[in-house]
């Protein structure tokens, strides 16, 4: 049994039980409701214990922080990846937090049940209730993309309902419908980027934008698993992909967000407010909310980025480096960013780059890796994206209030441009209105349709793309590296044939971290010369027959006969 408290307002006054199946729970209507969920102060208290539930940094007591992406093919941590390298194919006995959980579906529900309690300000309640519904379609979200088909839960239940209880798993294009009708919604109910509380909110157009982040999904899903056991009967994701299309153009359309200035110092910052392009965001504060993280004091955060990440970066005259006069190479720390897409060096230390700002305004710049005991298996590739150099004086060393950007403008800028590519549509003129500008913002060259340069070393995906899409797929990886997105790309584009059988590579071992913490002698490499972070235990084994989702649990199976098991994982 666990105690759940994510109704932190209330939690003084308010607690329920759980197991981690229907058949043992506490009925959440135990709770007394008569005095509550009756005023828009009501609704905001319970609805924002859910932001709990956003991505954000680790807190101190984990004490350091691995980078989002750092278990893909982008980047590596202090280990392999479990699913990627297939050294943890073994389906869980039973469910847990983080196991086929529906705790956050059934509180989401206990609060949409009672929201019409609630008297008052009718702008904020209808802000309150679309946040509740938002937060659902974010819920399943997060399960679809681990199991595919689902149980669809329209409403609370208590362990006496039988038809919910012992419920089947819908098809994955009815949750991912189920999913978008409840952020229409959200998104009928949000106000525009609303400035109703201290801590940013969920906003009509952070609900678009996870509207076609879900469309695109599914439809590249549908798209590139058609055929398999992971596919949807007679779907292609063309109507799933059209709408992830419109969606993301809402957003473009509404004026209310655009582009920063500046790419590099974009993931730095000490405060998101009044940011152009920053739409939801993670405050942290120490001092104030006893909330920490240790992101700035532990770099390189036991991570660092892999050879296949940095050779996808363009030289500065559009070209890929397999072609370009421009490109210096990959063999020195100090010229590789030279003559390279400027986001680069927005993502990467090379040697001079500055490292600290001390309390007497003296200067630290950094020379080479740190492959120290807690940083083994890493790459030398460290990043510089979300540095934060400045000494804070709240806290004698680097900040620990770095907050986590949770959507920005630009992933509706990609979104489109994707969509509207993977339908066959794409026009100059959409890319001039997307990723364009992504490209105007760090002085790069345009992408423009019947000119893009043919890239020898465009990746195999174990199947063939049109130029733009290849060029897309490049530019959301280079934009989006190390936010969260490359794992769930790789899923959806079932693109196993990009890694499987390959393992991570990182920086080149001669020049430029010669002089590091790291034992020369002893370090693994490849035939070429660069590194192998983790040697033979590091090669990807993606078993492509059941590792796109991952097994209900057997208890789980046991106690619900219309449950079925994913592909492969029955064997």
């Not at 819920?139 to 839960?153: A, N, S, T, V």
């Not at 709408?243 to 473009?252: H, K, P, R, T, Y």
């Not at 980025?305 to 996808?312: E, L, N, R």
């Not at 002698?521 to 796109?548: C, M, Q, R, V």
């Amino acid at each position: 049994m666990k105690n759940i408290f994510k109704l932190f307002i209330l939690s003084a006054v308010i607690s329920f039980t759980s197991c981690d199946d229907f058949l043992d729970r506490t009925p959440l209507d135990e709770v007394s409701e008569a005095t509550f969920y009756s005023t828009p102060s009501d609704l905001q208290a319970a609805v924002s214990g859910f932001y709990n539930d956003l991505p954000g940094w680790s807190a101190l007591s984990i004490g350091y922080n691995i980078l989002p992406d750092m278990y893909s093919d982008m980047g590596t941590a202090q280990e392999p990846s479990n699913r990627l390298s297939g050294l943890s194919y073994e389906v869980p006995t039973s469910a847990s937090a983080s196991v086929w959980s529906w705790d956050e579906v059934r509180e989401a529900n206990w609060y949409l049940a009672h929201v019409d309690q609630a008297t008052g300000d009718e702008t904020l309640i209808n802000q309150y209730i679309g946040e509740g519904y938002f937060f659902r379609a974010y819920y399943y979200f997060e399960l679809l993309q681990r199991y595919g088909d689902l149980p669809i839960f329209r409403e609370y239940f208590d362990n006496t309902d039988e038809d919910y209880v012992y419920a089947a798993r819908d098809p994955r294009n009815e949750v991912v419908e189920f999913m978008i009708a409840d952020l229409d919604t959200a998104i009928a109910k949000l106000q525009s980027f609303p400035d109703i509380s201290s801590t940013p909110r969920i906003s009509r157009e952070v609900a678009q934008l996870f509207k076609a982040r879900v469309a695109l999904y599914e439809g590249t899903w549908e798209k590139y698993h058609a055929g398999t056991d992971f596919g949807v009967t007679g779907a292609d994701g063309s109507e799933f992909l059209q709408i992830a299309a419109e969606a993301a153009e809402d957003v473009m359309n509404s004026g209310v967000f655009s582009l920063y200035s500046d790419y590099k110092t974009l993931f730095n910052q000490m405060s998101y407010s009044g940011n152009s392009e920053v739409m939801l965001w993670r405050d942290y504060n120490s001092i104030e909310l006893s909330i920490a993280n240790v992101l700035q004091q532990q770099w390189p955060n036991r991570c660092g980025y892999t050879k296949f990440a940095i050779d996808s970066y363009l030289c500065t005259d559009g070209d890929p480096i397999s072609v370009s006069d421009l490109y210096q190479g990959n063999t020195n720390l100090s010229t590789i960013e030279v003559n390279r897409d400027p986001r680069l060096a927005a993502l990467i230390m090379v040697p001079g780059d500055l490292e600290e700002i001390k309390a007497d305004g003296s200067e630290v710049y950094w020379d080479y890796p740190d492959f120290t005991s807690t940083n083994t298996g890493l790459t030398g590739f460290e990043s510089e994206k979300y540095r934060n150099v400045q000494y804070d004086a709240n806290y004698g060393d680097f900040t620990e209030d770095t907050p986590r950007i949770i959507f920005r403008y630009a992933e509706a800028l990609l979104i489109f441009a994707e969509a509207k590519a993977e339908l066959g549509t794409i026009s100059q003129s959409d890319l001039d209105k997307s990723v364009n500008l992504l490209r105007d913002r760090v002085g790069m060259p345009h992408i423009t349709l019947g000119s893009i340069t043919t890239d020898p070393d465009w990746p195999n995906y174990g199947y063939s793309l049109s130029a733009i899409l290849y060029e897309i797929r490049r530019e959301r990886s280079v934009e989006l590296m190390a936010e969260g997105f490359r794992d769930d790309d790789l899923y959806r584009w079932r693109a196993h044939s990009l890694f499987d059988g390959d393992q991570p590579r990182g920086a080149y071992l001669e020049d430029g971290i010669v002089n590091t913490t790291l034992d020369v002698a002893n370090a693994s490499i490849d035939d070429e010369g660069f590194l192998l972070p983790f040697a033979s235990t590091g090669i990807y084994n993606f078993d492509e027959s059941k590792a796109y989702l991952l097994p209900l649990p057997l208890d789980e199976l046991s106690l619900n006969p219309n449950l079925t098991q994913n592909p492969g994982w029955a064997d």
